[in-house]
């Protein structure tokens, strides 16, 4: 009547990073505006010294106009990269399975509904906005995870199988 569920470690300590993940993003879209301009100010800052030739040199117009546009993609790739991180870890949860599948479209709902919750969250948060286009990107980023994961599994499940093939 009842099928036994087998419960993995390995995707218990899975799905205690998702949450970990989860939290993250949470904490993040609770910075007010000030403290999240303040966080990603120092990453373009830092990146647009790294790779702009130059730049110390510039005029300080022109270094406010090139730190402008880099912070506007930093926001957004720190966006895809953590919801990457998101869909990686909640489709290791989920475990081995097709790529067109309800297991797989669950991890993508998932991430998107996550997505959805967060922007409503900075709604909440002073001087932050919830933005459609922020869903989209972060839902983007978690496909992609997901596909990473999957290449993953499928590389492990095929090194695990081969020394067993070896043996016979």
Known sequence: MFSTIRIYPARVVFALLTIACMVTIFMFSGDNASASSNKSGRVTKTAVETFVKDYDEMPPAKQHTILDKAEHIVRKLAHYSIYTLLGFLASLTVGKRRLFSKKSLGVIAFCFLYA???????????????????VLIDTGGALTGMLISMAVLFIAGRLIKRPEQENT
């Not at 959805?116 to 922020?134: K, N, Y």
């Open 116 to 134: 959805c919750s967060d922007e409503i969250h900075q709604l909440f948060v002073p001087g932050r906005a919830g933005m459609f286009t922020d």
